[in-house]
Structures are given as structure tokens and as C-alpha cells.
């Protein structure tokens, strides 16, 4: 019986890879420990490009991404796309603008460094307020990858050009002015406050709303954009923080009880520069919350100690980011926080309502390094913790619903009897 253990390993292996493979969606790679320490980042040159034949394009807005842009055959337009610095998570965001002196139909090649996959779907707008995506007759993905089963390296769109601007974007264009204008209409409500709790590498405020009774000592956390071009996980927090902020008898009586921090946007300097992934130190913020090399991190870490230093105790926070497909990232349900159970019945909760929806839910790994920011609002506040990923692709009507039975199912729960 001396093999014994090695057929159970070799078995329990299958098993393993078994169980990996037969996943059906696609989460992110296992987190890894990297240095956070700044790192230089490269800023675009920001200009219009006359490309001839009456055929310009620009990268002159917050949120732009543009490295590149070349026109051949007269009507044939290439551009280039490279990220703020390598490595970097495989997130090619871009966002350009294209007019012409007249008329024209042109193809529109959206290309990038090497090694990189096209993943944005194009979306298009006329006043970078109403997006629709590029209309697949119109689309073609890199054929020849494809056909091979593997991503795509670009994609090509056919476009009417004129002399009225048109913006092509991977997602809608949501910059850190857009959020703080929202951010600051919400606050003129009397139950919602705004502060500024720190600034961002480059100076820009890191705004906080805070919803509630500002005397309570039950807090919870809300963050998002720490990854720029995560607009649907922005989605998803729009609405669900709208809801905490509506005037009714269930939303009133769990602010009388609880206060609800939120930073909607965490990394405003990656955000304005069209980042991938990255601050302007360079650094994804969501593996500095175990160094808090940068000042996004810091600031909100100083102001939750500041809280607990005050006698709060966090009882919930939700990250908000995007990714595939929707999942959330959770904490390993066996271990107790200030509420124990609360993150899975909300899951649960949430699909209940909606028809055929089963959630794809990945406990953290306990030997996973503990950098991001759910693990941080666990192990450092017992707060239960999760990271909400909306997938890029999920439709804007279905985030809503996510975004607001979301709020409408933590608010019933916690002034449930089960959490009282
Ligand atoms: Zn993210």
C-alpha cells in the first residue's frame, strides 16, 4: 500500500484539472504579489492627426487612447494602440475621434503593441453621450486568428465619415469629471455628503460620498474604477449606490441605520490618460492594498482607520470592476466576518430575481496573496467583502437590473430579522 498516496495524488490531480477545465466561464488569472513601487509610465502624445485626403483624427480628450494613426490607399486608416507601460493586465482600452472635410466612407483598422488581443467590441457616438456598438455588419474581427481559435490581434470597421465629429470608443466614455459632476449632484441630497479624502499620483481629488446617518458607527464600503476601462463594473455602482440614495420607506430606514461610504473613482489620473490598467505610478491599485505604495490606496486606508479609530465597524463592502463575464469574487464563505453570511445570501438573493441567471461565484483562494482591496476590507475590518466583476459585454439594461436589486436585496437584508 506504499502507492497509495500517489494514486490519490495523481487522482486527486485529474480531479483538479478536471474541475479547472470544466469551468464554463472565464475568470481572471490567480492574483499574483508584484512590487507596487512607481514605475514610469508612457503618456501619449496628444494632437490631431491631418492623415490627407481630408481624413483627420485626435486623441485631444480625457479618456483618450490614440498612439498612432496612419491612412493609406486614400480611404484606409490605421491606428495604433499600446498601453501605459508593460506588463499589464490584457485590457487594450481606446478612444479616439474621427471627422472629414466631406463625405467620405473609410475602413478603420484598430491595431495594437504585440502580444496584445483585441477585446473591445467598438462602440460609436456622435456626442460622447449616446454610445451604440459599431454595427456588425460593419465589423470584422482578424479572420485569420479567429479561424485558428485564437483571439483576434485587431479588427477592422467599415464608417461614414463627415465633417460632424464621430467618437469610437471600446466603451462608453465615462471620465473623472463626468463622475464627480454625478458625484456631486447626488450630494446635493440631504441624506448624501461629498469630501475629498486625498488626492490621486498626479493631484486629482479622490472624492467620497458618504450616504446615511453620519452618528452611526455600521459602515460600509464602496469602491470603483480603480481599473479605467471598467465602465460596466461602473454601471453596476451607479445604480446600485442611486438606490441606497432613493427616498422610500426601506432606503430611508437603513440609512437612518448604516453609512455608506463610496469612492467611485478610485484611479482618476488612468482614467483621464485612457490607461489599460494603471495609475500614474504605473501601478495596478488593485494589488497595492497590502504595501499601499500609492497615494489612491493610502488615502482610502487612512480614512477607514480613521472611521474604526472613531469606534465604526464595517459591515459590508463591494468592489466593483469588469471583466468577461459577470462574477463575483468572494471571500472563502467558512470564514466569519462582522456579518457572517451576508455576502451569499445577497448573491443568492439577487438571483432569485432574475429568470435563469446562475451566478458564477469564485471564493478567494486562502493562500492567495492578500493585495486587493476585498481582501484588505476583510482581513483588516471583517467587513464582508466581495468584488462585483459585470462582464464588457453584459447589456446595459441587464447591469441596471443587477445594479439596483443589488442595493434593494443588502438594504432588506440587513434590517432583516436574520442580520438585526
Ligand atoms: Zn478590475
Same mark, same amino acid.
Given at each position: 500500500?506504499?502507492?497509495?498516496?500517489?494514486?490519490?495524488?495523481?487522482?486527486?490531480?485529474?480531479?483538479?484539472?478536471?474541475?479547472?477545465?470544466?469551468?464554463?466561464?472565464?475568470?481572471?488569472?490567480?492574483?499574483?504579489?508584484?512590487?507596487?513601487?512607481?514605475?514610469?509610465?508612457?503618456?501619449?502624445?496628444?494632437?490631431?492627426?491631418? /492623415?490627407?485626403?481630408?481624413?483627420?483624427?485626435?486623441?485631444?480628450?480625457?479618456?483618450?487612447?490614440?498612439?498612432?494613426?496612419? +491612412?493609406?490607399? @486614400?480611404?484606409?486608416?490605421? !491606428?495604433?494602440?499600446?498601453?501605459?507601460?508593460?506588463?499589464?493586465?490584457?485590457?487594450?482600452?481606446?478612444?479616439?475621434?474621427?471627422?472629414?472635410?466631406? %463625405?467620405?466612407?473609410v475602413k478603420l483598422k484598430i491595431t495594437y503593441s504585440d502580444g496584445v488581443n483585441h477585446r473591445y467590441f467598438p462602440r460609436i457616438s456622435s456626442d460622447?453621450?449616446?454610445?451604440?456598438? !459599431?454595427?456588425?455588419?460593419?465589423?470584422?474581427? @482578424?479572420?485569420?486568428?479567429?479561424?485558428?481559435? &485564437?483571439?483576434?490581434?485587431?479588427?477592422?470597421?467599415? /464608417?461614414?465619415?463627415?465633417?460632424?465629429? %464621430?467618437? %469610437?470608443?471600446?466603451?462608453?466614455?465615462?471620465?473623472?469629471? @463626468?463622475?464627480?459632476?454625478?458625484?456631486?449632484?447626488?450630494?446635493?441630497?440631504?441624506? !448624501?455628503?461629498?469630501? &475629498? %479624502?486625498?488626492?490621486?499620483?498626479?493631484?486629482?481629488?479622490?472624492?467620497?460620498?458618504?450616504?446615511?446617518?453620519?452618528?452611526?458607527?455600521? /459602515?460600509?464600503?464602496?469602491?470603483?474604477?480603480?481599473?479605467?476601462?471598467?465602465?460596466?463594473?461602473?454601471?453596476?455602482?451607479?445604480?446600485?449606490?442611486?438606490? /441606497?440614495? &432613493?427616498?422610500?420607506?426601506?432606503?430611508?430606514?437603513?440609512?437612518?441605520?448604516?453609512?455608506?461610504?463610496?469612492?467611485?473613482?478610485?484611479?482618476?489620473?488612468?482614467?483621464?490618460?485612457? $490607461?489599460?490598467? $494603471?495609475?500614474?505610478?504605473?501601478?495596478?491599485?488593485?494589488? @497595492?492594498?497590502?504595501?499601499?505604495?500609492?497615494? &489612491?490606496?493610502?488615502?482610502?486606508?487612512?480614512?477607514?482607520?480613521?472611521?474604526?479609530?472613531?469606534?465604526?465597524?464595517?459591515?459590508?463592502?463591494?468592489d466593483f470592476h469588469s471583466t468577461f463575464e459577470d462574477i463575483y469574487y468572494t471571500i472563502d464563505p467558512k470564514l466569519k466576518g462582522n456579518m457572517p453570511? +451576508? !455576502?451569499?445570501?445577497?448573491?443568492?438573493?439577487?438571483?432569485?430575481?432574475?429568470?435563469?441567471?446562475?451566478?458564477?461565484?469564485?471564493?478567494?483562494?486562502?493562500?492567495?496573496?492578500?493585495?486587493?482591496?476585498?481582501?484588505?476590507?476583510?482581513?483588516?475590518?471583517?467587513?464582508?467583502?466581495?468584488?462585483?466583476?459585470?462582464?464588457?459585454?453584459?447589456?446595459?439594461? +441587464?447591469?441596471?437590473?443587477?445594479?439596483e436589486l443589488t442595493a434593494k436585496k443588502l438594504m432588506d437584508l440587513v434590517m432583516s430579522s436574520k442580520y438585526q
Amino acid at each position: 500500500m506504499k502507492n497509495f498516496g500517489w494514486i490519490v495524488l495523481i487522482l486527486m490531480s485529474f480531479l483538479f484539472v478536471f474541475c479547472k477545465t470544466d469551468t464554463k466561464w472565464k475568470g481572471q488569472e490567480p492574483l499574483q504579489k508584484v512590487i507596487t513601487k512607481t514605475r514610469p509610465v508612457q503618456y501619449q502624445l496628444k494632437k490631431i492627426w491631418n /492623415l490627407g485626403n481630408g481624413i483627420f483624427c485626435s486623441n485631444e480628450f480625457d479618456a483618450a487612447r490614440l498612439n498612432g494613426a496612419v +491612412l493609406t490607399d @486614400d480611404s484606409f486608416i490605421t !491606428v495604433l494602440i499600446t498601453a501605459e507601460n508593460t506588463p499589464v493586465n490584457s485590457s487594450p482600452w481606446y478612444a479616439f475621434k474621427l471627422w472629414a472635410d466631406t %463625405i467620405k466612407n473609410v475602413k478603420l483598422k484598430i491595431t495594437y503593441s504585440d502580444g496584445v488581443n483585441h477585446r473591445y467590441f467598438p462602440r460609436i457616438s456622435s456626442d460622447k453621450i449616446t454610445w451604440n456598438t !459599431v454595427d456588425s455588419a460593419y465589423y470584422l474581427a @482578424d479572420t485569420a486568428s479567429v479561424a485558428k481559435g &485564437e483571439s483576434p490581434k485587431f479588427c477592422t470597421v467599415s /464608417l461614414t465619415l463627415s465633417t460632424d465629429t %464621430i467618437w %469610437i470608443s471600446a466603451q462608453e466614455i465615462i471620465t473623472a469629471d @463626468d463622475i464627480n459632476g454625478w458625484a456631486g449632484k447626488l450630494a446635493e441630497k440631504p441624506s !448624501v455628503s461629498m469630501e &475629498e %479624502i486625498g488626492s490621486s499620483f498626479e493631484g486629482r481629488p479622490i472624492n467620497l460620498l458618504q450616504i446615511g446617518n453620519p452618528e452611526s458607527k455600521k /459602515l460600509m464600503m464602496v469602491l470603483s474604477r480603480q481599473h479605467p476601462p471598467e465602465i460596466t463594473g461602473w454601471l453596476a455602482m451607479k445604480w446600485f449606490v442611486e438606490t /441606497l440614495c &432613493e427616498e422610500n420607506s426601506v432606503a430611508e430606514k437603513f440609512k437612518d441605520e448604516y453609512r455608506v461610504f463610496v469612492v467611485p473613482m478610485v484611479n482618476p489620473d488612468g482614467v483621464d490618460h485612457g $490607461h489599460w490598467r $494603471h495609475n500614474s505610478g504605473g501601478i495596478d491599485l488593485n494589488r @497595492d492594498w497590502e504595501d499601499f505604495n500609492q497615494p &489612491e490606496t493610502k488615502a482610502i486606508k487612512h480614512f477607514m482607520e480613521q472611521q474604526v479609530a472613531k469606534g465604526g465597524k464595517f459591515y459590508f463592502s463591494i468592489d466593483f470592476h469588469s471583466t468577461f463575464e459577470d462574477i463575483y469574487y468572494t471571500i472563502d464563505p467558512k470564514l466569519k466576518g462582522n456579518m457572517p453570511g +451576508l !455576502v451569499p445570501d445577497l448573491i443568492n438573493s439577487v438571483a432569485e430575481e432574475i429568470e435563469g441567471y446562475e451566478p458564477n461565484i469564485r471564493p478567494n483562494d486562502l493562500n492567495e496573496p492578500k493585495i486587493s482591496s476585498t481582501s484588505f476590507f476583510f482581513y483588516n475590518f471583517g467587513a464582508e467583502a466581495v468584488t462585483y466583476e459585470i462582464g464588457d459585454g453584459t447589456s446595459r439594461k +441587464l447591469i441596471r437590473k443587477k445594479g439596483e436589486l443589488t442595493a434593494k436585496k443588502l438594504m432588506d437584508l440587513v434590517m432583516s430579522s436574520k442580520y438585526q
